[in-house]
């Protein structure tokens, strides 16, 4: 089995839902990193 650099790897750091107006539905954020906070995921 070939060996997998773990930076060449593609990763879902969140998933948005819109309407066709392009407001947000839903979202979840995979990513504690990016944002931290409810506050800031709003």
């Given at each position: 089995m070939?060996?997998l650099?773990?930076d060449?790897?593609?990763?879902?750091?969140?998933i948005?839902?819109?309407?066709q107006?392009?407001?947000?539905?839903?979202?979840?954020?995979?990513?504690?990193?990016?944002?931290?906070?409810?506050?800031?995921?709003?």
């Open positions: 070939a060996n650099d773990a060449s790897l593609y990763s879902i750091k969140a948005l839902i819109l309407d107006d392009g407001k947000r539905i839903l979202g979840k954020y995979y990513d504690k990193q990016i944002l931290a906070t409810e506050k800031e995921q709003s």
